[in-house]
C-alpha cells in the first residue's frame, strides 16, 4: 500500500460486519492497527493517525473527542448522520482532515457520474427523464431511505434542477443493497443501478482513501471528492480474481 505505510489505523465498530472485513484488509495490506473498538471497550495500543469509524451514531461523541486529541484524520463511514453530527463533522474538519463516507463502494461512485452525466444532458434531450429512486437492504437496516438512495435524488435534483418523482425504500433479501434510478421517457425508460453483493466494495474504497487521507491537510472532504482526484491521476489496477 504506497503512501500509507506510516499510517497507524482506528478502527471504530471493529466486530461489526464492515468493520471486522476493514481490520482484516488492513492487516493483510500491513497496516498496523491502533485502536478497535466496539461495545467491549476501546482498546488503543498505540494512538492511531487515520481514524475510521465504522460503528452508529453512539459512538460520534468518543470518536471526535479521540480524533482531536490525537490529531488523528477520520474517515467518517456511519451512513446515518443527523445534522448536529454534520456540523461537528465540519468543525473538526478545521482541526484534521476529515472525510464522510456515505457509501464507499466505488460502484456508487460511477452510479452518481453517470446519473450526472445524463442529467447534463437534460436541455438537448427532446424531454427530461423523469427519475425515481430505489433502494433495497436487508431487514437489519434500520433507517430508511439510505443515505445512497438521498444523495441519488439530491444529485439528480442539483444536476437536472428536477426533483425526483419518487423514492423508494425496500427491506427484504441478501446482504448488501441495491440503489437503481429509472429514468422515464415516453414510450422507455433507461435504469442506472448498482448492486453490492459483498462488504468488500466498501473495505476496496476504504483502502483507497487510506495513502489519500493520510497526507491530506485539515479540512472536510467527502469520499467522491478523493475518488475524483485519484481517478483524474490514474489509480493502478489492482489484480483480482473476478476479472
Ligand atoms: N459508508 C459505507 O459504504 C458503508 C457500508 C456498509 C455499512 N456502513 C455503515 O457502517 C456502520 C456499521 O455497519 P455494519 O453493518 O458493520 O454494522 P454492525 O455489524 O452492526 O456493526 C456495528 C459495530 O459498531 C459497534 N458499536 C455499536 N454501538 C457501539 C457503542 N455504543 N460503542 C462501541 N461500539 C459500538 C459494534 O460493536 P459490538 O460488536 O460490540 O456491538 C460493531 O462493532 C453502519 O452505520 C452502516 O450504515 C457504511
Redesign the pocket.
Same mark, same amino acid.
Given at each position: 500500500m504506497t503512501g500509507s505505510s506510516a499510517s497507524v489505523a482506528g478502527v471504530?465498530?471493529?466486530?461489526?460486519?464492515?468493520?471486522a472485513a476493514l481490520c482484516s484488509a488492513l492487516e493483510s495490506a500491513g497496516v498496523p492497527i491502533g485502536l478497535r473498538?466496539?461495545?467491549?471497550g476501546?482498546a488503543v495500543q498505540e494512538p492511531p493517525t487515520v481514524v475510521f469509524d !465504522? $460503528?452508529?451514531p453512539?459512538?460520534f461523541d468518543r470518536t471526535v473527542r479521540l480524533c482531536r486529541q490525537w490529531s488523528a484524520a477520520l474517515v467518517y *463511514? !456511519? $451512513?446515518?448522520v443527523p445534522d448536529a453530527h454534520a456540523d461537528r463533522l465540519r468543525q473538526l474538519g478545521r482541526e484534521v482532515p476529515v472525510v464522510r *463516507?456515505?457509501?464507499?463502494?466505488i460502484g456508487h461512485w460511477i452510479q452518481i457520474r453517470l446519473l450526472e452525466a445524463v442529467a447534463s444532458l437534460g436541455p438537448s434531450l427532446p424531454v427530461l427523464p423523469v427519475a425515481a429512486v430505489w433502494e433495497r437492504h436487508p431487514i437489519t437496516?434500520a433507517d430508511r431511505p439510505s443515505a445512497s438512495a438521498t444523495e441519488l435524488a439530491e444529485v439528480w435534483r442539483e444536476s437536472s434542477g428536477a426533483p425526483a418523482a419518487d423514492l423508494t425504500s425496500v427491506r427484504a433479501g441478501h446482504p448488501?443493497s441495491d440503489h437503481a434510478v429509472q429514468l422515464d421517457l415516453p414510450d422507455e425508460s433507461v435504469t442506472i443501478a448498482h448492486a453490492v453483493t459483498g462488504?468488500g466494495a466498501?473495505v476496496r474504497?476504504a483502502l483507497l482513501l487510506l495513502p489519500w487521507v493520510s497526507t491530506a491537510p485539515a479540512g472536510l472532504v467527502t469520499a467522491h471528492h478523493i475518488y475524483d482526484d485519484l481517478i483524474a491521476k490514474g489509480v493502478p489496477h489492482a489484480a483480482s480474481p473476478q476479472h
Open positions: 471504530v465498530g471493529a466486530t461489526g460486519r464492515l468493520g473498538a466496539s461495545r467491549a476501546w !465504522v $460503528s452508529g453512539e459512538c *463511514a !456511519v $451512513s446515518a *463516507a456515505t457509501n464507499l463502494s437496516k448488501v462488504i466498501a474504497g
